[in-house]
């Protein structure tokens, strides 16, 4: 594992610092503090059924392979420490993350599924791989700002843990909540360490093909975010967050969560994202997306039906190695090609009704079309998720927790997809 630069010199300021602070301001930064471990095994096989398309691009092996199937098998190891904050009115503490993957199981005919590093070269999956990021915060009143490893989670900016091990960024992230209600967000990125490599690397476009129309300079080593989150009441919470890829992209999205309580046990959830999207510099990004997600939660079940819209003269852009804020990104699928549209119909259902907490099931189907494909026709395509996630609620395995999660994903213009993902999981504490 290697500590980037900026990384060390954050850790040597923090170290400096508290060298210097009085032993009776140390305590509430030991007493607070908590670190954990969690391991997490990970097994994921994606058939490809069409792979002999040519228009269909592949991220395996060398840019002229051609696969029917990525399949590989890890353990990751996640170490997350946090210190608590010397007494003062600017309290310092430290945070770290240490993550190590280890390869299982892979293949050069096989890999590529972002579970495991990879060669650049070859193709193959690399041993082992991993990072240790150091984070230096600062809290004064309800504000908390942290320099060095930061893992933002906000419709504008937010890492992929979906894979092995998380993805994290370099830069730093002010979060205040100075008024009841209120949370700002403001920061700066410039690197990013993608969930399947263990550098630190300048951010990317995700998605640029001819279908979404993307076009423009490759990468960008500046990404700005802010925010404002309110929470009127119970019911009712509005934001309003802003993004700006260098040269890129600039981004405004508007997102408005109702809950309306019907009666005991049931509720309407109004889930309302609007962003808007437009170029900058060299880029060409041109896009307005429009999201809605109804969910009725009757006890245990939960029916959910969502809408999807994109307009302008691209598909929707955000960082490569995000999650797009977007009500039908799903499993493998984000539907968000140029002018497409896309609904879902969903079901959750809460197996504690009958008796056996820990174990939950969802369902869900999207369906997209109404986007031009290169010869001219109607691009359609749908996706159909399941998912089924136990975690043991005592005796030896207690918090162990078990996820399957299986994809079929069919289009008129790629390769068909079946894809099944196996997670092990479990979190110890260490202090």
């Known amino acids: ?22 032993c009776l301001a140390q305590a509430a930064f030991v007493e607070d503090s908590k670190a954990t471990l969690e391991l997490r095994n990970f097994y994921f096989n994606r058939d490809i059924r069409q792979d002999s398309d040519p228009a269909v691009p592949t991220t395996v092996g060398k840019p002229t392979d051609r696969v029917a199937k990525q399949e590989e098998w890890g353990q990751g190891f996640i170490v997350r420490v946090e210190s ?34 990879r060669d650049r070269e070859t193709g193959e999956a690399q041993d082992t791989y991993g990072d240790l990021g150091v984070t230096a915060k600062f809290k004064a009143s309800n504000s908390v700002l942290k320099v060095g490893t930061v893992m933002p989670n906000l419709p504008t900016i937010s890492g992929v843990d979906n894979r092995l091990l998380p993805t994290s960024y370099q830069g730093g992230y002010l979060n205040s909540q100075e008024i009841a209600g209120l949370a700002l967000d403001l920061g700066m990125v410039n690197r990013i360490n993608y969930r399947d490599s263990q550098d630190h690397e300048t951010m990317t476009l995700a998605r640029t093909s001819t279908r979404n129309g993307l076009a423009g300079r490759s990468d960008s080593d500046q990404f700005v975010f802010g925010g404002l989150t309110y929470k009127w009441n119970s019911e009712l919470t509005t934001a309003y967050h802003y993004g700006n890829l260098d040269e890129l992209y600039k981004q405004h999205i508007f997102n408005l969560v109702h809950v309306l309580p019907i009666a005991d046990a049931q509720n309407l959830k109004t889930d309302l994202r609007f962003a808007k999207t437009s170029e900058e510099d060299d880029s060409n990004v041109d896009n307005n997306a429009f999201g809605a997600m109804f969910t009725y939660a009757l006890k245990a079940h939960k029916f959910g039906l969502g809408y999807q819209a994109m307009t302008g003269d691209t598909g929707y852009a955000f960082i490569n190695g995000n999650n797009p804020f977007l009500v039908n990104y799903v499993q493998i699928g984000d539907f968000s090609n140029t002018d497409e549209q896309s609904w879902q119909v969903r079901y959750d259902y809460d197996f504690t009704s009958l008796g056996i907490p820990g174990l939950t099931f969802m369902t869900r189907y999207v369906s997209g079309d109404n986007f031009d494909l290169a010869d001219g026709s109607e691009g359609k395509e749908w996706e159909r998720n399941t998912e089924l996630k136990y975690v043991f609620q005592q005796g030896a395995l207690k918090n162990l927790g078990v996820h399957w999660r299986n994809a079929h994903m069919r289009s008129n213009y790629a390769s068909d997809l079946d894809e099944n993902r196996l997670i092990l999981s479990y979190t110890l504490p260490l202090f």
């Open 1 to 22: 594992m290697s500590m980037t630069p900026l990384a060390r010199a954050v850790a040597a300021a923090t170290l400096g610092a508290g060298m210097i602070l009085p």
């Open 84 to 117: 608590g904050f010397t007494e003062g009115t600017i309290g310092v503490g430290v945070d770290a993350l240490g993550t190590l993957g280890v390869k299982l199981d892979s293949g050069r005919g096989t890999s590529g599924t972002g579970v495991l590093l």
